[in-house]
Each structure stands twice: as C-alpha cells, then as structure tokens.
C-alpha cells in the first residue's frame, strides 16, 4: 500500500547498519570511484570516498596529506595515482577499479595483523641484517622499527638509534652490541633464531594504556598482605623484600614450599599456602662461557620440580675459591681460568647450601644478585633471607621453577 509504518522502518534501519558495517571493512563491496567525466561514470558515495581517502592517508612512505572530506577531488586522484604507480597497477590514472580494490583489500587485512603480531612476538618477524652476497633479509619496515624501539628499552646497553625502519650501520652495530652483551655467538649483526629469542626477553616499552603504575613505599605506611606488595613493587626490576612474620612463625618444615619465578627473578616461600616471603633471586644464564672450553654453553635453571636433596649450612665451592703458594694468596676467582704453577686450592664458603639436583644445582645465599638470569645454574638468594629459608625448609621440601 506504500505506507512507511514501524515494520518497514525496523527493515530499513537494519539495512542502514549492515550496509555502514560493510563499507568500513570491505572494499570488494565499494562501487567505483573516479573522476566523474564524458568517458567515466562513478557513484562516488561519501562514505567509500572517506574511507579511501583515511587507508591512502595511512601509506606514510607515499606522504599523501589528504583531508577525509568524502568528497572526490584533485588530490584524491592525484594521491590513488601515486599509490598506483607504488603497487604496480596499471593503467595509473586515478580509476579505482577491481585492481586498486583488491589491493586496498589487501593492505586493510595486513594492517590489522600487523597491529595485533609486529608489537609483541619477535618469532614472528623474519630475519633481518645487513643485505650482501651471503646475507638476505627481507628487512620489514615495520619489523626494524619495533627492533630499534626494543633496543632501545635494553637501557644498560645505552642504545640511542632513530626509530625510521631503516637498516643501517647504526642499527647493525646496536645489535652486535646487544648479541656481546647476552653472549650470542658469532656477533655478527644478523638478527636470526637466536637473537629474536633473546630480544623478546626484553621488557616491552610500556604505553600509556597499558602501563602499571607503581606508588612508592613511604616509611610510615605498613605493607600486610603479598597483595599490597605487588601494588607497590615491580616484582622484575625492584631489590624489595617481603616478610609476612606471622605465617614464618607458623612455619613447620611440612607446611612449607617454594617456588622461583624464572621471569620475575623471584624466589616465593609459600607456608599454608600463602606466599610468606618473596625477594629477588639469581638464576642461570642461557649463554654463559666457559673458560676451560672457550665455548658459550646453555646454563639456565633447569625447569620443573624438585626436592631438596641435602642441607648444609657452610659449604664449599669446588669451582669458584683462591689458589695459595707457600701459604700465600696467588689467584682469586674461577680456578678453570688459572693458569699459573701447581698451587692449593680452597674453595669458597656457599653460605645456607640447599641442594636441588645431583648435578650441583642448587640455592645458597651471595651478594651477586642481579635482576636478569646470569649464575652457572644455581639459585642465588640475598644474605638478608637465605636464613629464614633455610630454617623453614627440610631435605624434601618441594622446589617449583617455573619459566
């Protein structure tokens, strides 16, 4: 009867919504756009137009300014000409057809994947150096530009390189230095399986959004819980200690596990199963050389649970002591690495010894506490709590490392 009543206000309302779903995500859908003349003919909507012109917008290596108008123009045409030279479509003269769609398509797909993949996991990315008769890379723009920002978070190196996705002498020698200081052989500046293992140990710069922010512990505020900790500490970076005295009173010996935290550096004394102290710890470093061998060779913590195997308050080093001639003092450090006359060796005292594994991996207490993985494979606690867990524990008490 043509009556526009509630029903066919509803149909026409769905309609407007898919249709408005569409246009933002698929350009196969979108009619043609030129520019309207005796021999071309284009709809030309306002929305498939804005859209074209923001995806154009977006292609920074083209540096096309346009203003997202919906309206189609000089610029426009003049802007998809050079997107077309840039993707090889011909004929370039500012028609977008089925070719330039397809394309527009393309890079839209790309543009999410990239958003959601490049940022995070550089397993992802392909290999990336220096391009010469033995060496080919692809060298991604958006793949070098996250590898800059990432070495310049790696703050210790003091890495200052302009975050252009350009591979350069800069870049090349920022990675060689990158690869010296995690013990990555050879160091060559070739970013391969290795290297992209080691870059996404690396904490990520944090974003406005996403950043946790950290209050700072004022002396007169009292901090009960491991909740209240974890608000105020960077469980990563901070040397900060918690002790909750009333669950290490408790501690029996039976009610008592513990658990490292490869990521964190932390080791955790759980009593009842609440956590009842938390510090930083030290474990073993994935490359690490040996100087009898020359050689660089895995030594992390290994992974998994054990018990401890034996307790001994003083123990002493077989590797790591002084060397003595006639009673005096010759060497001191690694005793692989001496290379003077036969001398006595005395190990070094390893203070609260706790063993984990037949191998010698173990926890004991040492002022070389670092805030990433660097021992030969034993856990290294401070002097400040190795007594307080060595009293707790017993031979038997479960140990968790958790990567």
Avoid at 154 to 165: F, T, W, Y
Avoid at 178 to 198: D, M, N, R
Avoid at 235 to 253: D, E, G, P
Wanted: aromatic letters at 8%.
């Amino acid at each position: 009867m043509g009556y526009v009543g509630k029903k066919t206000k509803i149909v026409l309302e769905k309609l407007n919504k898919i249709k408005k779903s569409k246009i933002s995500t698929n350009f196969k859908t979108f009619g043609d756009m030129c520019e309207n003349n005796e021999t071309q003919k284009c709809p030309n909507n306002i929305d498939e137009v804005k859209n074209l012109q923001s995806l154009l917008d977006r292609q920074k290596d083209l540096k096309l300014d346009l203003t997202k108008d919906g309206k189609w123009g000089k610029k426009t045409k003049l802007a998809v000409i050079k997107f077309q030279k840039a993707h090889h479509i011909s004929p370039a003269l500012g028609y977008v057809g089925k070719k330039t769609k397809i394309v527009l398509e393309k890079l839209n797909k790309l543009n999410k994947i990239k958003k959601s993949k490049i940022s995070t996991n550089f397993k992802t990315f392909g290999d990336m150096c220096e391009n010469n008769e033995t060496q080919k890379c692809p060298n991604n723009i958006d793949e070098v530009r996250t590898l800059q920002v990432r070495l310049n978070s790696e703050k210790r190196l003091d890495i200052h390189l302009k975050a252009d996705g350009k591979w350069g002498k800069k870049t090349k020698l920022a990675v060689i230095k990158f690869q010296k200081a995690h013990h990555i052989s050879p160091a060559l500046g070739y970013v391969g399986k290795k290297t992209k293992i080691a870059l996404n140990y690396i904490p990520k710069k944090s974003t406005l959004k996403n950043k946790k922010r950290y209050k700072k512990i004022s002396k007169h505020r009292r901090v009960t819980s491991y909740k209240q900790f974890k608000r105020y500490v960077n469980l990563r970076r901070s040397y900060a200690i918690f002790k909750n005295k009333k669950l290490l009173c408790c501690a029996n010996r039976r009610n008592t596990k513990v658990n490292i935290d490869v990521s964190e550096q932390r080791i955790k004394l759980y009593v009842n199963g609440k956590v009842a102290l938390c510090a930083p710890c030290t474990t073993g470093a994935k490359h690490k050389l040996e100087p009898n061998t020359r050689t660089y060779r895995d030594k992390h913590t290994p992974y998994g649970t054990f018990h401890i195997e034996e307790k001994i308050a003083r123990k002493h080093s077989t590797i790591f002591g002084d060397m003595y001639i006639n009673g005096k003092k010759v060497y001191h450090g690694d005793r692989r690495k001496y290379m003077g006359p036969r001398a006595k060796y005395v190990g070094h005292t390893m203070h609260n010894w706790m063993r984990l594994t037949n191998g010698g991996i173990g926890i004991h207490a040492s002022k070389y506490i670092k805030r990433h993985p660097g021992s030969n494979g034993c856990v290294r606690i401070p002097f400040s709590v190795a007594p307080t867990i060595f009293k707790c524990v017993s031979k038997g008490t479960s140990v968790r490392v958790v990567p």
